[in-house]
């Protein structure tokens, strides 16, 4: 802007204040008068800004403002521009100047520094460099961004774009690298400030924003929630069995995608921009908000025992992936397949959750289940995860049952179920080599180390216990990872427990 402009006829200038700065100026100005009008509002709005300068204690000549833009609303054009202190664009230093169809100025919004504060932030500058001499780089200072943001941001955090920048801390500037970084295990997008002498992280600020969305899903199916184990696949579900819930952690985009789980993989998946997943049976997108709530709510509760680093990543699910009746974790795409035959498999959270189980295993143990007994430690380990995490929602005589709705289109027991937690089987004598019978040997001897030690603390044990297995491990592995587990985690308070339990069954000698 040329000094001349300074001389433009501002005539009888007033304005109404509605609201002042920290540092005392006009912040937000109303009832404008007295600006000539013109047709350009770019002209219009530097006349405004000029008449007001001394009011804003800006530098009269408008030497430190640059025209950001303008943009078009109903209301006219916005005219903005960005304060710049020794050359470097101040952070959150913008006027901007609303001017109406017929080019007069109606409101002003005014965030500039007065000259007195940026004299001072200059001075302060020129002390802090000679105490330290040098400038942070770019590199430099995304190492201490990477530091500052920790666990939050994973290997993936990279920089978007740098920029220099003139930061208010307290009101006062001072120079600083501006970091847009972009993370995609775990997702996150943060715009970090790192001070360009000192490489003091100076600001962090989150730019990706939860959303929650509403979800309609079977807690974790109608058997349990209505205590009806006649229902059947082409029963009238009613209303009764179904749940309203909040779905957590949407990225907002109307897309079932969050920290956690996404449906990427389903084909047509369902968008919704208003976030309203609520659906009944029969639809699609009714299992794709199944799966999205029950991963996304174990893996909060996994957490919640203290294991962060369990398949915190959002998993893939392709909710009809495929036709028959079964459903599988890829140890590959590391996604979850779930089966649309007899009743859709994701209908059941049970089954939602034991193939999740699969996931957390391949987690912890990359290729866990090469040997049978292995595998049928992976089998267990799913049927305990759903029969545990679900127990105090379930009627008594359904609690050691796991699958009871997915059950009703093939199993003729009352009630019906995929498998139970409560066998009898003895090792070796029963064991078939076939995984899931196998696994009720496993999950029998996880359900009753439940029974003794309370949901948390067994859960919590036989997840950290896994840590400790190769992928070929057998039953005695397992049993003795958990009496170690117990040992690091409850300085083996529950040896003669856990020990007791995979003596009786055979699993253990005495
Ligand atoms: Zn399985």
Same mark, same amino acid.
């Given at each position: 802007?040329?000094?001349?402009?300074?001389?433009?006829?501002?005539?009888?200038? +007033?304005?109404?204040?509605?609201?002042?700065?920290?540092?005392?100026?006009?912040?937000?100005?109303?009832?404008?008068?007295?600006?000539?009008?013109?047709?350009?509002?770019?002209?219009?709005?530097?006349?405004?800004?000029?008449?007001?300068?001394?009011?804003?204690?800006?530098?009269?000549?408008?030497?430190?403002? =640059?025209?950001?833009?303008?943009?078009?609303?109903?209301?006219?054009?916005?005219?903005?521009?960005?304060?710049?202190?020794?050359?470097?664009?101040?952070?959150?230093?913008?006027?901007?100047?609303?001017?109406?169809?017929?080019?007069?100025?109606?409101?002003?919004?005014?965030?500039?520094?007065?000259?007195?504060?940026?004299?001072?932030?200059?001075?302060?500058?020129?002390?802090?460099?000679?105490?330290?001499?040098?400038?942070?780089?770019?590199?430099?200072?995304?190492?201490?961004?990477?530091?500052?943001?920790?666990?939050?941001?994973?290997?993936?955090?990279?920089?978007?774009?740098?920029? =220099?920048?003139?930061?208010?801390?307290?009101?006062?500037?001072?120079?600083?690298?501006?970091?847009?970084?972009?993370?995609?295990?775990? +997702?996150?997008?943060?715009?970090?400030?790192?001070?360009?002498?000192?490489?003091?992280?100076?600001?962090?600020?989150?730019?990706?924003?939860?959303?929650?969305?509403?979800?309609?899903?079977?807690?974790?199916?109608?058997?349990?929630?209505?205590?009806?184990?006649?229902?059947?696949?082409?029963?009238?579900?009613?209303?009764?069995?179904? +749940?309203?819930?909040?779905?957590?952690?949407?990225?907002?985009?109307?897309?079932?995608?969050?920290?956690?789980?996404?449906?990427?993989?389903?084909?047509?998946?369902?968008?919704?921009?208003?976030?309203?997943?609520?659906?009944?049976?029969?639809?699609?997108?009714?299992?794709?908000?199944?799966?999205?709530?029950? @991963?996304?709510?174990?893996?909060?509760?996994?957490?919640?025992?203290?294991?962060?680093?369990?398949?915190? +990543?959002?998993?893939?699910?392709?909710?009809?992936?495929?036709?028959?009746?079964?459903?599988?974790?890829?140890?590959?795409?590391?996604?979850?397949?779930?089966?649309?035959?007899?009743?859709?498999?994701?209908?059941?959270?049970? @089954?939602?959750?034991?193939?999740?189980?699969?996931?957390?295993?391949?987690?912890?143990?990359?290729?866990?289940?090469?040997?049978?007994?292995?595998?049928?430690?992976?089998?267990?380990?799913?049927?305990?995860?759903?029969?545990?995490?679900?127990?105090?929602?379930?009627?008594?005589?359904?609690?050691?049952?796991?699958?009871?709705?997915?059950?009703?289109?093939?199993?003729?027991?009352?009630?019906?179920?995929?498998?139970?937690?409560?066998?009898? =089987?003895?090792?070796?004598?029963?064991?078939?080599?076939?995984?899931?019978?196998?696994?009720?040997?496993?999950?029998?001897?996880?359900?009753?180390?439940?029974?003794?030690?309370?949901?948390?603390?067994?859960?919590?044990?036989? @997840?950290?216990?896994?840590?400790?297995?190769?992928?070929?491990?057998?039953?005695?592995?397992?049993?003795?990872?958990?009496?170690?587990?117990?040992?690091?985690?409850?300085?083996?308070?529950?040896?003669?427990?856990?020990?007791?339990?995979?003596?009786?069954?055979? @699993?253990?000698? =005495?």
């Amino acid at each position: 802007m040329s000094p001349a402009q300074k001389q433009f006829p501002i005539g009888n200038f +007033r304005v109404k204040v509605e609201a002042y700065t920290e540092h005392g100026t006009p912040r937000r100005m109303s009832n404008v008068e007295g600006v000539e009008a013109s047709r350009d509002p770019v002209k219009t709005a530097k006349r405004a800004v000029a008449a007001l300068a001394r009011k804003l204690r800006i530098a009269a000549d408008l030497s430190d403002l =640059k025209l950001e833009g303008t943009r078009e609303s109903i209301l006219g054009t916005h005219v903005t521009f960005q304060q710049l202190h020794d050359g470097l664009p101040v952070t959150g230093g913008w006027i901007r100047v609303d001017v109406d169809k017929a080019g007069n100025v109606f409101s002003i919004l005014n965030d500039l520094i007065p000259v007195r504060v940026l004299k001072q932030a200059s001075q302060e500058q020129a002390k802090r460099q000679a105490a330290s001499p040098g400038k942070y780089t770019v590199k430099e200072a995304f190492a201490e961004a990477r530091k500052a943001l920790g666990r939050k941001a994973g290997p993936s955090l990279t920089v978007v774009s740098s920029e =220099k920048v003139s930061l208010p801390v307290k009101g006062v500037p001072r120079q600083a690298i501006k970091l847009v970084l972009v993370s995609t295990k775990p +997702r996150g997008e943060w715009k970090v400030y790192v001070d360009l002498v000192t490489g003091k992280v100076l600001a962090k600020v989150r730019l990706l924003k939860d959303a929650t969305g509403k979800g309609r899903v079977f807690d974790p199916n109608p058997v349990v929630a209505l205590d009806d184990s006649t229902l059947k696949d082409s029963s009238n579900v009613p209303d009764a069995a179904y +749940r309203e819930v909040d779905l957590q952690g949407l990225e907002g985009k109307g897309l079932l995608d969050g920290p956690f789980v996404t449906t990427r993989t389903t084909p047509g998946r369902v968008k919704k921009t208003n976030l309203d997943f609520r659906f009944r049976r029969g639809k699609k997108a009714f299992t794709e908000a199944m799966v999205y709530f029950h @991963i996304d709510r174990v893996q909060r509760y996994i957490q919640d025992l203290g294991f962060t680093h369990v398949l915190n +990543r959002p998993i893939a699910v392709n909710v009809v992936g495929q036709s028959d009746d079964n459903s599988h974790y890829s140890p590959v795409t590391k996604d979850l397949f779930f089966g649309t035959g007899g009743v859709n498999d994701s209908e059941d959270a049970e @089954i939602i959750l034991h193939e999740y189980g699969h996931a957390i295993q391949d987690a912890q143990v990359p290729g866990f289940g090469r040997s049978s007994e292995c595998g049928a430690m992976g089998e267990g380990f799913g049927d305990y995860l759903a029969g545990s995490f679900f127990a105090e929602h379930k009627p008594a005589r359904l609690r050691a049952c796991v699958g009871t709705w997915d059950g009703v289109s093939y199993s003729h027991d009352d009630p019906p179920c995929l498998r139970r937690l409560d066998s009898k =089987k003895k090792y070796p004598k029963d064991v078939t080599d076939e995984v899931h019978d196998d696994g009720e040997i496993w999950s029998a001897c996880l359900w009753e180390i439940r029974a003794a030690l309370g949901a948390r603390t067994a859960d919590k044990l036989v @997840i950290a216990s896994h840590s400790l297995l190769s992928p070929a491990a057998s039953f005695a592995d397992g049993a003795n990872a958990l009496v170690t587990a117990d040992a690091q985690l409850n300085a083996g308070k529950n040896k003669a427990v856990i020990r007791g339990v995979f003596v009786r069954r055979g @699993i253990l000698k =005495k």
